[in-house]
């Protein structure tokens, strides 16, 4: 589709530089509405909204990383269907004491990330308002779509990447600290499980989510959606390497802060007890599959660390 000619006004001069500096991840950017670009399979759709004082504080990343950030969130959910993006609409409230640029900056963010996965910005709006806040809404297609629901007894349960991350650049800028780089790079650019996602369905997943709130929040939701129980050996969960100093300040079990800790963008998969080839998605995708667990008749997600069950939670939307 061509790209609409705008008239003048600041906010249209405003949406020009965005166009300008997104370059080939603009889409035809300029009309009331955006058309999603033709291909296979069914189209599927997510929202997600960045809130400044709720998800991040304004602080803690700069706006570029704020609009990678953003975006990558929501693109997390297609990961999470199997599916490939299509296209992402950005809606933008941008603080009234901002400088003009700031706009450009965050949409710069956002227009890297969907360079990075092949994608493009295809429309969106943009207001004033008295704190930061990105509603991103991403579009993909996939063949055969999955969801949280489809687990069955006997699946087994596996998680990809390595957990706790983001979880610990969020503990050390609470506790007035300077993250470790790998933690804050966790934090201010998740990488959406695309390829996992869809590798994963072509091998047998039963159901797929990400984990952006935590495994221990996400993984009851996964059960409730599929009618089935979720035991999961915490013991067994894959630990990014910063967990360790992180919890040496703060005590406690690192297997437990990375499964309670949330904004690590990883897939939880359920996969028939016959898969076995963790080591195949890694050599597809460059992500590690770990396998935490078993699925089983019943309801719920049940934890347990050297045998004994224990609670974990994750994050709790305050709705």
Sequence with gaps: MTRAAMGPGREFDRIREIIATL?????????????????????????????????????????????????????????AAAAVPAGIVVALTVPNDSPAQASVEVMRGVGALAQAFETQVIGGDMTSGPAWSIAVTVLGRAIAPLSRVGAKAGDNIWVTGTLG????????????????????????????????????????????????????????????????????DVGAVPIHPVVHAAVRKTGGSAAVFATTGGEDYELLVTMPAAFADAAGCEAATGVPLTRIGTVTAGDGAHFTLSGAPITVEGFRHAL
Excluded: K, Y
Aim: charged content about 15%; overall charge negative.
């Design 23 to 79: 370059g080939p991840a603009a889409g035809a950017i300029g009309s009331d509405t955006a058309v999603v670009p033709a291909g296979e399979g069914a189209l599927v759709i997510s929202t997600d909204a960045t809130v400044e004082g709720v998800h991040f504080c304004r602080e803690w990343l700069t706006l570029e990383e704020l609009g990678w950030r953003a975006a990558a969130a929501a693109l997390s959910d297609i990961a």
């Design 165 to 232: 991350a983001a979880r610990a650049a969020f503990t050390a800028w609470l506790a007035g600290d300077t993250p470790p780089p790998a933690a804050r790079a966790a934090f201010v650019r998740p990488q959406p499980r695309i390829a996992a996602g869809r590798w994963l369905a072509e091998h047998g997943a039963t159901a797929l989510m990400d984990i952006s709130d935590g495994l221990g929040g996400d993984a009851p939701h996964l059960a409730a959606a599929s009618n089935v129980a979720l035991r999961v």
